[in-house]
């Protein structure tokens, strides 16, 4: 377990890190960004409380040492109080969060999560029959891991949703109250979420079967996989011993993968105007709204964390040479 | 992507194991131009040589000012003689937007890459040459850099600078880099780790050799494949980057590839089927990747020559190479030519840790 408790120490420390950034990102860049959201947000009422709340937040305006203000930030993030949302009719930015992250969450983690198996097995598969047809894939792939991501929700949309009507191009559900959880709803839910799901499956794909791959063709030459083919193994049983250790890598490059792909799906749920943190970043990006843009930023790190935490802990039950050393 | 470094990091280039690339008949050449000529490295060279010409002479061959409005359509219409690319939604040119947007994209791409390749030599180079406490702090730093989420920490960089600022495009190729530069600098330590207690480093040390003189000397030239797989990546990064706060609207949208698929979303150019306006600026950003990717590839070939495809399914011809267990056919171009079999194929052993 000393693994495990090495990693989350250094979480904990990336965690130290991204709050500190966001506390001194607006105070170290030029420019006043309490000014730019009220001249961006004219003809809405500021009342003075809220002006003097904001240049609190922003660090504008203050005689606070930039120790007590940094000190201050911290008691706000461990309370949840990230400011207001100026773009959500003053709302609290933790409660516009909380209404846009499930969305977000269920989207990207189950897209990842299809991403990664279905990549991984492709990726064994292409390295295992390296010289037939399945090479052709390559170049293929290549492409897609350069596509943007937004680019292919655009084509996504055009092509299944206006041309062919197989369907919805937008939202994330049909009505816009939450009616009572039926198999009406949830069916709607899962309709709108397949084309932006399919998205960001195939575009992130691509780097998990190069990956394994890459990987699977290195691991193929080691000394355990020629015995047990020596031994006489059934085919099926060898590619499993050497697919369990080429796995390992694509594992541990989680924590690289995971935030491209959060990055590209928070791009593609624009695209689909699905009512996640990525269009909830979007306008906040068209308003100003800084607050908006901290809380999000802090939400998606500790989310990212999380998953990494996760993915060393499945690491440590995959590899037992991990275990042994603790 | 970022995905299978692990052999960079650990397997690595032998220095000076004889490269695929070098026929034994043929002069020596250069060893830095000793460049494998693989498809996949000259279909990459192409494209982006391809892409640079663009970039270069784009704003000079263009047919209309990017900005100039056309006929008095209230809908985007459609490629013709006149607007090969169609017309936007304010009737301008898409054809002549396309050819102005790549002078932005290659130029904060490459500026991009060059700031943040620079960073991680320095950075990586240091702390796997160092060790001890500096290299601690590094990797951590690196590694911490590695884990954030570049997207929303670029977007409240990029945000507070407000739009006045970042329209230089020296600020936004310098916000890139501050997010990119931590992968080559984890791959660049580790392989200075592994190169730092070979004997040549160890008899220059002995000799009496000054620390930056083994650096320069001794360690950089071994590390130049993956110093240009790093560059390479950066770009890489640069680019998607770059479109990314391009289509957000947050960085001065105006002809760049990223900024006109921005455009096209707030016009919902993909639920009218305006596919002229969104499709050319979208296949060009993935082209432009597509050449970077097939030239990273092509090093990592170079570098791990397990790796390559080439040849195998196509040129084998009707000898058709099943691989076995424990034997991973190794290609060399210039033995096909010479004996005529085509293919060696080498013993776990021998083809693989050399």
Known sequence: MRAIARRLGFYLVTAVVAISLDFLIPRLIPGNPVDAILSKAQGQQFSPATIAAMDEQFGVNTKASLWAQYTHFWNDVLHFNFGISVSNGFEPVSSVIRAAAPWTLGLVGVATLISFVFGTVIGALVAWRRGSWLDNLLPVVTFFQAAPYFFLAFLAVDLFAIKLGWFPAEGAHQNLDFPAVSWTYISDVLDHAVLPALTIVVASAAGWIVGMRNVMLTTMDEDYVLIAAAKGLPRRRVIWYAARNAILPSVSSFALAIGFIVSGALLTEIVFSYPGLGLLLVNAVADNDYALLQGIFLL??????????IADFVYVFLDPRIRQEA | MGIGTDQLAGGGPAPGAEPPGAAPGRPRRNRALRLPRSGKILTGLGMLAFFILWAIIGPFVRPYSPDATFANAPVPLPPSGAHWLGTTQVQQDVFSQLLVGGGRMIGVALIGGVIATAASVVIGVTAGYLGGLADDLLSMLANVFLVMPALPLLIIMVGFLGQSTSGNLFVIA????VTGWAW??????????SLRNRDYVDSARIIGERRWRIIASEILPNLTPIVATSFLF????????????????????????????????????ELTGYWWWFIPPGLAIALLGTSLVLLNFGI??????????????????RRRLRPEFALTPVIRPEVRTGIGTGIATGLATEGGRR
């Open chain 1, 300 to 309: 998606i790190t500790f989310a990212v964390l999380l998953a990494n935490l």
């Open chain 2, 174 to 177: 310098l916000v890139i880099a």
């Open chain 2, 184 to 193: 080559g600098a984890r791959v660049l330590r580790a392989q200075t780790l």
């Open chain 2, 234 to 269: 950066t770009v890489l990064y640069a680019v998607g980057t770059y479109a990314a706060l391009a289509f957000l609207g947050l960085v001065n949208p105006n002809w760049s590839w990223g900024g006109m698929l921005f455009y096209a979303q707030l016009s919902n150019a």
């Open chain 2, 300 to 317: 990592d070939e170079f570098i791990n020559p397990r790796l390559r495809t080439a040849g195998l399914t196509r040129k084998s011809g």
